[in-house]
């Protein structure tokens, strides 16, 4: 009885918050659900029950491939925020405060900078005429300049960029949480800084790495407008398309079973993560 | 779809759609409920030049005379986002009085009933006006043409047809325009089939060819120029009044008519339905048709469809459209083939991207 | 032949020095404890030992080789953490076979060895639990299991009782005493607590500002302190400082605020200040007010605090200074009958006094 008031109670407290997002996410998902089984003809919209949309998003050939190509470049570009941002986390873990800091501001300093000028800055740098691909002219390393943007690697390069602070804190908040104790006891029964990692600091950062991987992977799999200038449009993602399908089309129709379509990818990772904290805990 | 019972149902389902859309944009939203006061006009401005010239010439001379209240919403890109109008009619009213609309967005906005009838009567200034650039829906302004813009330190000699852009003595450094897809897929037909239509597996197998020449496809004007700029490309499809802007800045760029033919398009400038100041937005249409904000125009870089302008002979060759002999290679576009080919087209393109 | 050698190890962070030229040497399975308040530097010690510290000069030695410049997985040591560090998400067994995993050492043996170090410590009936689901008692155990399943030259132990209530940490000493003992494993252990280290270890390093203040078997810690630092760290309540008035053939007169006491003590030189200490349980008591010719000494009971098995009383003495006494509470303990402000008269005897 006290118990139950006791939860309830504790309920109670998220009420603002589960207002808030019934109103800006609930009410909107469910509207998407409804439109997304409206017809679309003749630029014209009707509702009812009509099973169009899923049959184009499914059988038209270029939504699913767009579809895994969209999977396919956020876990590119999840990889290389673990392979990057794992060595920045240990390296903070590692820092002095005053260094830690600076580090911080150095991975989060591009979530303060506009995407235009961040994107201006890159051609700068990638470009045919860029920084590099000057300087390896110069030096004879090259005769022709390198494609280092408009292609997948240029919007990878410039995601991982932004996104790496989303990898970083999590893996560092949880490196923060493993007792040094347990590492140096580890080297002490003989074992190798490399298996020191593997065998002791890697599995208990495990929920900080799928927190970070969680956040990037969704983050990638909404991103929009990087690739639209990373990639010179070259490089497609569903959110380009589902745009597309909004701003030129006007098809508010099929835009929501898309939209759905990558919810419900967004939700599985959500899941797939859950499990993997889960097994994390347990060993 | 003709008329189905339950109607109620549909149109609540409508009006909670749109206001789910108006919802996902928490600015228009609260800009499409502000006071309504009939001094006030709400439009819509571009960014960069064409936006400052907006301004200027056709924005502020207007408040001035009639002593009201512009208030302004800043577009990315070139279009009107008609899909978020639409749902802001349906939930009540549209965040503007005015809308420009691209040909095809016309169609739509015709079909779904988004802007408003103007009678001839209402715009004096329609008689200093060529009938064609006269809709139901309000005047044609804005007369631009889509030809071929290049590097004149690059390209040599200067191109006189679409098919230089597939020349391989510019591997990877032409650009296609992105945004608008249906121009380029004409484009590429007018070059090799000589006619706008069918786009088929051959027009992309034109594309399939051009693959090796291209950097990137561009989905803003302002991309294109920043293309010019860095360097990246030598020449792409582009609308002369951004070549006549970075010309005027030093660039080496030049516009030319390819023999093939070229497009012509427009804007036309109508009321949204359900708009809260019908009358002086028509004031205001009234206004920008007039001699002087047409003269304007001219001198910006782009055509105009009033009669009474005269132009300089620079002035002639910078708008294109003025000299009848290039305006007899534009092009008719089919705009209601546009509009209802847009997603079959689309995937096509998609397809043809991810290949 | 010994286990364990420090050769004049110093460590120093930027300008402050935590251990400051330190010798020692640990061998034939004895177990040393490392006694000082924090800071003193004997964490840092052990860490040196451990490998997880690099000493800023000197050597250290383990099984007579140079590891000085070896990092901690090629020392052979065992290492027991003040709060366990077991590894979380690994259950009991896999705790306990870690260091015979890092060895590649087989399964089936690693099994059997790992069962064995288990019932070593009576944890085997708990050897799938994880090590969020035990005592801290238990925890204890498996790190202790985890640190010898290796067989390591030397167990290095950093205050593992710290963590446990009281009742539990004497019965754990004990415990890790007679594991100790009957694997002969010499020892190395770092602790605060000055009752820790006499019941437990053979020897003791008192340690003070990173430097050895005292070497000595408990006994002659507790009972013969070289310093006026190891007396007060070892409990010692009553310590002054003197002037030597005379020194005669095995007695030594000495002054406290006036007062004279005599002493038994040697090395005192007359006329030098020496610091005095007085062993609490060793003073007398007289009852009625001393003569003037008596050795006894005025005093004023100021506090009485009963403690169970020991009754302490601190005395106002007319000299001026106060005094604590101590007397094991038996039915014949004159401090059970003493109250707050009874004049009574005391006696120091002069083996109850130490000079410094």
């Known amino acids: 009885m006290t118990e139950a008031n006791e939860n309830f109670r504790a309920w109670w407290l998220l009420s603002p918050t589960l207002l808030l997002y019934s109103l800006t996410f609930l009410l909107p998902v469910c509207l998407l659900v409804v439109m997304s089984f409206a017809k679309f003809e003749n630029s014209v919209t009707s509702f009812g029950f009509y099973l169009d949309n899923y049959r184009k998003v499914f059988g038209d050939g270029i939504t699913i491939l767009i579809f895994w190509r969209t999977v396919k470049l956020s876990i590119y570009i999840t ?147 990087t690739p639209v200038i990373m990639g010179g449009n070259f490089v497609l993602t569903l959110p380009m398309l589902i745009t597309d399908v909004v701003r030129n089309q006007y098809n508010w129709p099929a835009a929501s079973a898309m939209s759905l379509m990558l919810l419900a990818a967004i939700g599985a990772m959500v899941l797939a993560s859950t499990a993997v904290r889960r097994f994390g805990r347990q060993g | 779809m003709k008329d189905q019972p339950g109607i109620s149902r549909r149109n609540a389902l409508k009006t909670a759609t749109a206001a789910a859309g108006a919802m996902a944009t928490p600015y228009f939203f609260v800009k499409a409920h502000a006071a309504s006061d009939p001094k006030v006009l709400r439009l819509y401005n571009f960014d960069g030049t064409l936006g400052d010239f907006y301004t200027e010439h056709w924005y502020n001379p207007f408040q001035e005379k009639f002593d009201l209240k512009l208030e302004f919403i800043r577009l990315k890109g070139s279009r009107v986002p008609l899909e978020k109008v639409q749902a802001q009619i349906g939930a009540g009213q549209p965040e503007t009085d005015l809308f420009p609309l691209h040909p095809d967005q016309l169609i739509f906005a015709k079909r779904n009933n988004l802007a408003m009838e103007i009678p001839r009567s209402a715009i004096p200034e329609y008689d200093n006006v060529y009938d064609e650039f006269i809709t139901d829906y309000g005047p044609c302004l804005v007369l631009w043409s889509y030809g071929l813009a290049y590097n004149t330190e690059a390209v040599s000699p200067a191109p006189t047809s679409w098919k230089a852009l597939w020349d391989p003595a510019y ?58 700029r860095n360097d990246e490309i030598v020449m792409t499809p582009f609308w002369n009044g951004r070549v006549t802007k970075l010309k005027s800045e030093g660039l080496p760029l030049e516009f030319v008519v390819p023999d093939e033919g070229f497009f012509v398009r427009c804007s036309v400038y109508g009321i949204p339905r359900n708009a809260r100041n019908p009358e002086v937005a028509m004031e205001w249409l009234n206004f920008v048709c007039g001699h002087d904000p047409q003269k304007r125009m001219v ?31 534009a092009v008719a576009e089919d705009f209601t083939r546009i509009l209802d080919n847009n997603a079959a087209w689309t995937d096509m393109w998609n397809k043809w991207k991810a290949s | 032949m010994s286990d364990v050698e420090i050769q004049s190890a110093v460590k120093k962070y930027g300008r402050f020095t935590a251990v400051d030229s330190l010798d020692l040497t640990v061998g034939g399975g004895e177990f040393v404890t490392l006694l000082g308040p924090s800071g003193c530097g004997k964490t840092t010690t052990l860490r040196m030992v451990g490998g997880f510290v ?12 140079d590891v000085t410049d070896k990092p901690p997985q090629k020392r052979k040591v065992g290492f027991v953490f003040q709060n366990y560090a077991l590894f979380p998400h690994m259950d009991v067994a896999r705790n306990v076979g870690f260091g015979l995993r890092m060895a590649n050492c087989e399964k089936s043996l690693r099994e059997q060895r790992v069962s064995e170090a288990l019932s070593m410590v009576r944890m085997d009936h708990l050897a799938d639990r994880m090590p969020s689901q035990l005592s801290g008692g238990q925890q204890q155990r498996v790190a202790l299991a985890r640190a010898l399943i290796v067989q390591p030259s030397v167990l290095l132990l950093d205050e593992p009782f710290g963590a446990l209530d009281k009742q539990l940490r004497d019965h754990m000493r004990v415990e890790l005493r007679d594991l ?138 007319e000299a001026g200074f106060s005094l604590v006494a101590r007397q094991t509470n038996s039915e014949s303990a004159t401090t059970r009958r003493l109250e707050t402000g009874q004049n009574v008269a005391v006696r120091i005897p002069p083996e109850a006094v130490r000079l410094l």
């Not at chain 1, 501001?105 to 995407?115: A, G, H, K, Q």
């Not at chain 2, 105009?304 to 910078?318: I, R």
């Open chain 3, 180 to 317: 100790q003992k009957s694997l002969g494993i010499s020892t190395l252990f770092v602790t605060h607590d000055q009752d820790e280290a006499l019941s437990m270890s053979d020897r003791i390093v008192v340690m003070s500002e990173g430097k050895a203040a005292q070497l000595g078997s408990p006994s002659e810690i507790y009972e013969s302190p070289n310093s006026r630092f190891v007396a007060e760290f070892m409990g010692h309540s009553n310590i002054f400082d003197c002037l030597v008035e005379d020194v005669s053939e095995g007695l030594t007169r000495i002054s406290i605020k006036g007062a004279s006491i005599f002493a038994r003590s040697p090395g005192a030189r007359k006329g030098s200040t020496m610091t005095a200490m007085i062993r609490p349980e060793n003073i007398e008591f007289a009852e009625s007010t001393p003569g003037p010719d008596s050795s006894a000494i005025a005093a004023s009971v100021a506090g009485k605090e009963y403690l169970g098995s020991i009754v302490q009383v601190s005395l106002e003495l």
């Open chain 2, 171 to 228: 591997a990877g450094r032409v650009a296609l325009n992105e945004a608008l897809k249906d121009q380029t897929l004409q484009m590429v037909n007018l070059a090799f089939k000589g006619q706008l239509y069918p786009v088929d597996d051959a027009t992309f197998s034109h594309l399939t060819d051009i693959r090796p020449n291209l950097v990137a496809l561009w989905s803003s004007g302002a991309d294109a120029e920043q293309l010019f």
């Open chain 2, 299 to 329: 001198e910006f870089g782009y055509g105009t469809p009033n009669k009474m302008v005269e132009h300089t002979p620079e002035q002639a060759k910078a708008v294109i459209v003025a000299d009848p002999e290039v305006v007899k290679k």
């Open chain 3, 54 to 65: 690099r000493p800023t000069s000197g050597r250290i030695r383990i099984s007579d080789i």
């Open chain 1, 79 to 225: 990889v290389a925020c673990v392979l990057l941002g794992f060595p920045v986390a240990m390296v903070m873990r590692r820092a002095s405060p005053r260094g830690r800091l600076w580090l911080l501001f150095f991975i989060v300093s591009p979530l303060l900078t506009s995407i235009i000028v961040r994107n201006v800055a890159w051609v700068l740098i990638l470009g045919r005429s860029g920084i590099i691909n000057d300087t390896l002219r110069e030096w004879g390393l090259i005769a022709a300049p390198l494609p280092l943007m408009y292609n997948t690697f240029g919007v990878v390069l410039a995601v991982v960029h932004v996104y790496l602070s989303f990898m970083v804190l999590p893996i560092y908040g949880a490196l923060q949480a493993i007792n040094p104790s347990t590492e140096e006891a580890a080297a002490s029964l003989g074992a190798s800084p490399l298996r020191v990692f593997w065998f002791v600091t890697l599995p208990q950062s495990l929920p900080g790495l799928a927190a970070g991987c969680t956040l990037v992977f969704i983050l990638s799999m909404g991103v929009y407008l």
